[in-house]
């Protein structure tokens, strides 16, 4: 069965600073990995998906890498800004489980 | 466009009341979700179909029903709601081969008295 980790489970940086928000999982026969941001009392808004054959995805100051071979994904977030506050989410999805499976997500706070 | 859609958006129900949630999408998925997510538990599948007329069971089918009657829809009933079953709802749906992306609806807040 598919488990999937985020650490750390929240963190707290100054506006500008660059960060790297940490997935992993366990078993590396997925389709695809996505990352999601979720703000207080919202749905889920997908930022990025990297599928199993790519390394990275990119989307303006968001850049998601994928290493299958050791199970691990990170969401680098560059220049960050306080509206980039809100729980992040990775998930990954597996075609012999047809789901997705989620990580608890790490809680970012930017401070102004 | 307008993507996932649920219905109601909030809801208060006594405990043994029944009620049925209803998510809509407008992509032509084959694909559709039910999730819950409670604090400490994250993101948990109740059932999914792969299709018009299929269901089955996720990781906690366990007081759930749904039905899946026209492809565009797919409805989760609670036919007699516990506290237990106070929480977040969320359905999505899947885009097909290659990618494989699921989009989610904004989400129905539940609480079972």
């Known amino acids: 069965k598919q488990e999937v980790t985020q650490i750390p489970a929240a963190l707290s940086v100054p506006e500008g600073e660059n960060l790297v928000l940490n997935c992993s999982f366990t078993d590396s026969a997925i389709y695809n990995l996505q990352w999601f941001r979720q703000d207080p009392g919202k749905g889920l808004t997908s930022l990025l998906l990297?599928?199993?054959?790519?390394r990275e995805q990119t989307s303006g100051r968001l850049n998601a890498s994928l290493d299958k071979s050791s199970g691990r994904s990170t969401l680098y977030i560059a220049a960050s800004q306080p509206g980039d506050s809100a729980t992040y989410l990775c998930?990954?999805?597996?075609?012999?489980?047809?789901?997705?499976?989620f990580g608890s997500g790490t809680q970012l706070t930017v401070l102004p | 466009n307008a993507g996932v859609t649920q219905t109601p958006k909030f809801r208060v129900l006594k405990t043994g009341q029944s009620m049925t949630l209803l998510c809509a999408q407008d992509?032509?998925?084959?694909?559709m979700y039910w999730y819950r997510q409670d604090p400490g538990m994250g993101l948990r599948l109740i059932h999914y179909?792969?299709?018009?007329?299929?269901?089955a069971k996720g990781e906690v089918p366990d007081g759930y029903n749904v039905s899946r009657l026209k492809k565009q829809n797919f409805l989760l009933g609670l036919e007699s709601a516990a506290p237990s079953q106070t929480s977040v709802y969320f359905c999505?749906?899947?885009?097909?081969?290659?990618?494989?992306?699921?989009?989610f609806g904004p989400g129905t807040r539940l609480t079972v008295t």
């Open positions: 990297i599928q199993s054959s790519q």
């Open positions: 992509m032509n998925h084959e694909y």
């Open positions: 998930a990954t999805y597996s075609g012999s489980a047809r789901q997705l499976t």
């Open positions: 179909s792969v299709g018009e007329g299929t269901t």
């Open positions: 999505a749906s899947r885009s097909p081969r290659p990618s494989y992306e699921q989009y």
